[in-house]
T-cell receptor, first 115, second 113 residues
């Protein structure tokens, strides 16, 4: 799997957009970018994933650069409940839409949303 | 309610006493896995299962066993626990494989003295 690099920590003011970067410069053409988050000692929670087009759902937006070497997770209006560790993961998916093997989480970014 | 359940949630045991942590999902998911989480080391995958009777090692399988006899259950077995297995354990499942959203259980905090 492609290696990802994330800043260890970030701060954000409540109500502002939180922009979390992820570098994946060795990403391959068949690798998707996934984002999860983990609120203190709870099980991780899926947020969003994408291949090359920007994606948006009710939780967040994912912006992937045209060369796909980096991406940004955007929480448009951060709240105190968004304080968590955010993980960026890159996974290969075969032509049949299957991703085999183990899933590796890195160290993630600790996002702290303050009042 | 769709969920992944783990039992027990908290366990304190002694070195060498065999234990099993159960994991069950009610979503008919094919893929299930176990993780451990330790301060400074993040989440590390122990074992995973692509389907019934199909299991494989993750990044840190030493000292653990698993079985997948039924689709819904994926127990984690520690035959002879040691203090270095003190950790927070998570079970997860997904519809088919890791390309799908992973659903995590609430965690089991294990202390081995």
């Amino acid at each position: 799997d492609a290696k990802t690099t994330q800043p260890p920590s970030m701060d954000c003011a409540e109500g502002r957009a939180a922009n979390l970067p992820c570098n994946h410069s060795t990403i391959s053409g068949n690798e998707y970018v996934y984002w999860y988050r983990q609120i203190h000692s709870q099980g991780p929670q899926y947020i969003i994933h994408g291949l090359k087009n920007n994606e948006t759902n009710e939780m967040a937006s994912l912006i992937i650069t045209e060369d796909r070497k980096s991406s940004t997770l955007i929480l448009p209006h951060a709240t105190l409940r968004d304080t968590a560790v955010y993980y960026c993961i890159v996974r290969p998916v075969d032509a049949g839409g299957t991703s085999y093997g183990k899933l590796t989480f890195g160290q993630g970014t600790i996002l702290t949303v303050h009042p | 309610e769709a969920q992944v359940t783990q039992n027990p949630r908290y366990l304190i045991t002694v070195t060498g006493k065999k234990l099993t942590v159960t994991c069950s999902q009610n979503m008919n998911h094919e893929y299930m896995s176990w993780y451990r989480q330790d301060p400074g080391l993040g989440l590390r995958q122990i074992y995973y299962s692509m389907n019934v009777e199909v299991t494989d090692k993750g990044d840190v399988p030493e000292g653990y066993k698993v079985s997948r006899k039924e689709k819904r259950n994926f127990p984690l077995i520690l035959e002879s626990p040691s203090p270095n297995q003190t950790s927070l354990y998570f079970c997860a499942s997904s519809l088919r494989d890791t390309s799908y959203e992973q659903y995590f259980g609430p965690g089991t905090r294990l202390t081995v003295t």
